[in-house]
């Protein structure tokens, strides 16, 4: 015979004080796994949505960044442009942008410092072969002229990011002329501009990459392994999106320190329940051995105390998941060993997130009631009567 579960639930509502507390540990504990997961959700999220896969991504051989030494000499840009494959624009021209990286200093808005911004300068073309970015203030630059566009996040985040701004890099100031949404990808984490006018001010000879678009997937594949494979070029070409995925590693670091943490803090929620199911035991000798003998075995009285447990936990996940709602959303930035900047991102309380985040409750729940609902279970019946 099972014991009632409204049996657990009018415990645990007599019992508020152990139960706020235990619940509260437990969902403190919640909240920092939560926290670090949607941290790593954000991060992947922003890589893995940005690119094309029809974009072909050109570097040099052995480059895995576009800031590596050393790039795409001009030369190989005409060759580059005439291999068969490539899309075309609605003026019939082939949709290769030769790109180029820069890091600068900006002050961020909240007076904590400086940080390294990457700006990318790219021919116009560069801007049809990113159809989901859209221009949200102001407008795009203007070949030839020293302007630049910034990303939302950047606008939010940093000074001198404002329409009408100034920023000075090169030879000269570039005017901020428009704001950009990327859509969350990792061109969050970036400022763009015209490649034309910054080769003028630094006498660029080389690309950092080359931008290549294909007519579809099977051709951009194709494409990929014909420049890998051409050894007079001695580049390397990579789907957009896997280049982009490659850059995850900066989550490596966040996800060590945050999971060690929040194991500590789940070893001693565990603790922290156990501690209250012993307490409600010995509270309560004398009701499970009168449950005894009206003939409830001891596997239903153990499985009473788990239940309890786990709705306790579950009670606290719920709450950890509550009080991190208002993160949701919120943006944030680490640094990029690749490329040397801030990398921008999202937290994100996605669906396997916040269902991680349960099992996590539960699990506490289960390893912290259980050995206290065996010993409740194994009490003799006439020692619990006399307690």
């Given at each position: 015979m099972a014991i009632p579960i409204s049996y657990?639930?009018?415990?645990?509502?007599?019992?508020?004080?152990?139960?706020?507390?235990?619940?509260m540990g437990i969902a403190l504990t919640v909240t920092i796994a939560i926290f670090i997961m949607a941290?790593?959700?954000?991060?992947?999220?922003?890589?893995?949505?940005?690119?094309?896969?029809?974009?072909?991504?050109?570097?040099?051989?052995?480059?895995?960044?576009?800031?590596?030494?050393?790039?795409?000499?001009r030369d190989a840009m005409q060759t580059?442009?005439?291999l068969p494959g490539i899309?075309?624009?609605?003026?019939?021209?082939?949709?290769?942008?030769?790109?180029?990286?820069?890091?600068?200093?900006?002050?961020?808005?909240?007076?904590?410092?400086?940080?390294?911004?990457?700006?990318?300068?790219?021919?116009?073309?560069?801007?049809e072969m990113r159809p989901k970015v859209k221009i949200i203030a102001g407008r795009w630059f203007n070949p030839g002229q020293r302007e630049v566009v910034v990303s939302k996040s950047i606008h939010e985040r940093f000074s001198q990011a404002n329409i009408g701004?100034?920023?000075?890099?090169?030879k000269g100031s570039w005017t901020v002329v428009g704001i950009f949404d990327s859509g969350g990808s990792a061109h969050e984490s970036e400022i763009w501009a015209d490649i034309n006018?910054?080769?003028?001010?630094?006498?660029?000879?080389?690309?950092?990459?080359?931008?290549?678009?294909?007519?579809?997937?099977?051709?951009?594949?194709?494409?990929?392994?014909?420049?890998s494979d051409d050894q007079r070029l001695k580049l390397n070409g990579m789907l957009e999106t896997d280049y982009y995925a490659s850059q995850q590693s900066t989550g490596g670091a966040i996800r060590i320190v945050g999971w060690v943490v929040a194991v500590i803090m789940g070893i001693g929620s565990c603790f922290a329940a156990m501690n209250t199911m012993y307490a409600a035991v010995a509270y309560r000798?004398?009701?499970?051995?009168?449950?005894?003998?009206?003939?409830?075995?001891?596997?239903?009285?153990?499985?009473?105390?788990?239940?309890?447990?786990?709705?306790?936990?579950?009670?606290?996940?719920?709450v950890g998941i509550v009080l991190m709602l208002p993160f949701n959303g919120m943006t944030t930035g680490t640094s990029n060993p690749v490329t040397f900047s801030e990398a921008v991102f999202s937290i994100r309380m996605t669906p396997y997130v916040i269902g991680v985040a349960l099992m996590f409750a539960l699990i506490m729940g289960l390893v912290g009631g259980l050995a206290p609902a065996w010993h409740a279970a194994r009490r003799n019946i006439l020692t619990a009567l006399r307690d």
């Amino acid at each position: 015979m099972a014991i009632p579960i409204s049996y657990n639930i009018r415990n645990l509502r007599l019992r508020k004080g152990a139960t706020v507390m235990t619940a509260m540990g437990i969902a403190l504990t919640v909240t920092i796994a939560i926290f670090i997961m949607a941290l790593l959700a954000g991060l992947h999220a922003a890589f893995a949505t940005s690119g094309d896969p029809r974009n072909v991504l050109v570097l040099r051989k052995g480059s895995n960044s576009e800031l590596a030494a050393g790039g795409v000499e001009r030369d190989a840009m005409q060759t580059l442009r005439d291999l068969p494959g490539i899309a075309k624009d609605a003026q019939g021209e082939n949709l290769v942008s030769g790109e180029d990286i820069l890091v600068i200093v900006l002050p961020r808005k909240d007076g904590t410092g400086e940080t390294n911004v990457t700006i990318r300068f790219m021919l116009p073309v560069g801007l049809e072969m990113r159809p989901k970015v859209k221009i949200i203030a102001g407008r795009w630059f203007n070949p030839g002229q020293r302007e630049v566009v910034v990303s939302k996040s950047i606008h939010e985040r940093f000074s001198q990011a404002n329409i009408g701004d100034t920023m000075f890099f090169g030879k000269g100031s570039w005017t901020v002329v428009g704001i950009f949404d990327s859509g969350g990808s990792a061109h969050e984490s970036e400022i763009w501009a015209d490649i034309n006018q910054l080769s003028s001010d630094l006498d660029r000879t080389q690309y950092s990459s080359v931008l290549m678009q294909a007519t579809d997937l099977e051709t951009a594949t194709a494409l990929k392994n014909r420049v890998s494979d051409d050894q007079r070029l001695k580049l390397n070409g990579m789907l957009e999106t896997d280049y982009y995925a490659s850059q995850q590693s900066t989550g490596g670091a966040i996800r060590i320190v945050g999971w060690v943490v929040a194991v500590i803090m789940g070893i001693g929620s565990c603790f922290a329940a156990m501690n209250t199911m012993y307490a409600a035991v010995a509270y309560r000798s004398r009701e499970i051995a009168t449950l005894r003998v009206i003939g409830f075995s001891r596997p239903s009285i153990l499985t009473s105390f788990v239940f309890e447990s786990l709705v306790l936990s579950l009670l606290g996940a719920v709450v950890g998941i509550v009080l991190m709602l208002p993160f949701n959303g919120m943006t944030t930035g680490t640094s990029n060993p690749v490329t040397f900047s801030e990398a921008v991102f999202s937290i994100r309380m996605t669906p396997y997130v916040i269902g991680v985040a349960l099992m996590f409750a539960l699990i506490m729940g289960l390893v912290g009631g259980l050995a206290p609902a065996w010993h409740a279970a194994r009490r003799n019946i006439l020692t619990a009567l006399r307690d």
